[in-house]
């Protein structure tokens, strides 16, 4: 056996459907047997065509198990998870259309053949009477039971690995690389915890269905296997296993198993002190600190209100001192609390916006207060603004405490973190070095041609 060279088999393509060789060319509805055009010449005399009828369904008698590469849950495994559909997978990526008698209509093609999983009690054997010539079969109690056919084009795939779309072609990656690529049918059914099923290969054809069991059929015979309306029907068996599920312990049973339950109105809530918050006195010296889970009816505290207009002006104050003191020569330099997200923001100044429904209110509060300094400057520096400060989030994240307090624990998990973080950040951005080589190169071009055009060509 020849060896794998190595592929990307992280990336995979799925396509709805694949057929090969002269089913391409079926032509017929939906019907009893499918049909292609044919057109045929002899000795350079006209050409003429004819409907040629394909072997479909009705001319099956069984499969070779040996196409079959995989089945989930695996045979006779008794504690598979119930939260994924079964399946079963073919090394021939045409197996399940191969035989449908129809055309391609809307990039949908219904397969031949469909994969159906029943619980015990839902089916019984007709192994012990069986007829000459006729494949295994089940007596399923109620179709409810089975998938829908009329959906059954969405229940089964071609799976191409590392495929280059612009640059191959499918039928050469069968012929060359056939390891790359199968097809699959699934089985939309929800499995329950704790259950035994049987899934079994059966065909989705009226016709199918009847040459499994050996039935007489005319060529008026057509049709789906069976209708979702409760009835009992037979079917016949190209392949079974057995298999059944474990406990639950998926996130989504998991996340089934939360109730709710009445609590508390300040739940997800905490006091914060802030009466020594850049040394002002407050009216309100807490405030509700916010967790991430919290009552849906809650209702956060306002937090810049007439009250803390003194706090506020404060801290801006503090906050602006280093760009103050860089701004200015031979001044002493000192530390201040950080100005978070000032980076990506791009701003080095706090700047409290007041919104215009609310500049009544504040007006009045502060000129009642007016004879004290600090008020006194934030009153001069308010009426100065005329427009909101732009980032509008970079100063509402820096004045209210609360959300500094959240932006504080982020800045220690980057600080905690920062050279796994760098890390992935380089796998991330992975040829940003010679992406921005190329676009260097292109700028001394673009400068190179303007130069020339001005001195060579303009004149």
Not at 5 to 16: E, H, K, V
Not at 99 to 105: G, W
Not at 137 to 151: G, K
Not at 166 to 195: D, F, H, W
Request: proline share 8%; glycine share 6%; hydrophobic share 40%.
């Amino acid at each position: 056996m020849s060896e794998i060279p190595p592929s990307n088999f992280g990336a995979y393509t799925f396509l709805p459907w694949l057929r090969r060789g002269i089913s391409t060319g079926v032509t017929a509805a939906e019907g009893p047997r499918a049909t292609a055009k044919i057109r045929v010449s002899i000795e350079d005399q006209e050409e003429t065509s004819i409907d040629l009828a394909l072997y479909g369904p009705g001319e099956v008698a069984g499969i070779d198990p040996r196409v079959i590469i995989r089945t989930y849950p695996p045979p006779e495994v008794f504690n598979a998870e119930p939260n994924y559909f079964p399946l079963i997978e073919f090394d021939q990526p045409d197996m399940p259309w191969r035989y449908t008698p129809a055309p391609v209509e809307s990039d949908r093609l219904r397969p031949w053949l469909v994969l159906i999983v029943l619980a015990d009690g839902e089916y019984e054997s007709r192994e012990a009477i069986l007829e000459e010539g006729a494949l295994p079969a089940i007596n399923v109690f109620s179709t409810e039971n089975l998938p829908n056919l009329s959906q059954s084009w969405a229940w089964a795939h071609v799976q191409v690995t590392d495929f280059d779309a612009k640059n191959e072609k499918v039928a050469q990656i069968i012929e060359t690389e056939p390891y790359r690529i199968l097809s699959r049918l699934m089985c939309p059914r929800c499995l329950e915890p704790g259950m035994t099923y049987t899934a079994f290969l059966v065909p989705s054809f009226e016709r199918g269905r009847l040459a499994g069991l050996n039935e007489e059929m005319d060529e008026s015979v057509g049709g789906m296997a069976w209708e979702s309306n409760g009835a009992t029907v037979t079917l016949p068996v190209y392949y079974q296993w057995r298999f059944g599920t474990g406990e639950a312990g998926d996130f989504e049973s998991l996340a089934r198993r939360l109730r709710w339950r009445d609590v508390r109105g300040d739940v997800g809530t905490r006091k914060m002190d802030i009466s020594e918050l850049a040394g002002i006195p407050l009216i309100e010296a807490s405030v509700d600190l916010e967790g991430a889970l919290m009552l849906p009816s809650h209702q956060g505290d306002e937090w810049i209100v007439p009250g803390n207009v003194l706090l506020l002006s404060a801290l801006q104050d503090r906050l602006n001192c280093p760009a103050k003191m860089l701004a200015e020569a031979g001044v002493e330099r000192a530390v201040a609390p950080p100005l978070y997200g000032r980076w990506l923001a791009a701003c080095d100044r706090l700047e409290i916006g007041i919104e215009p429904e609310k500049e009544l209110i504040f007006l009045y509060e502060l000129g009642r207060r007016a004879k004290r300094g600090p008020v006194r400057k934030f009153l001069d520096w308010m009426l100065e603004s005329s427009q909101t400060p732009e980032p509008l989030w970079f100063h509402e994240l820096n004045a209210d405490p609360r959300f500094r307090v959240a932006a504080s624990l982020g800045t220690r998990f980057v600080q905690e973190q920062q050279h796994q973080l760098m890390a992935s950040a380089w796998e991330q951005v992975e040829g940003v070095l010679e992406i921005n080589d190329k676009l260097r190169q292109a700028q001394l071009a673009r400068e190179a041609a303007t130069r020339i055009h001005e001195r060579h060509i303009k004149p």
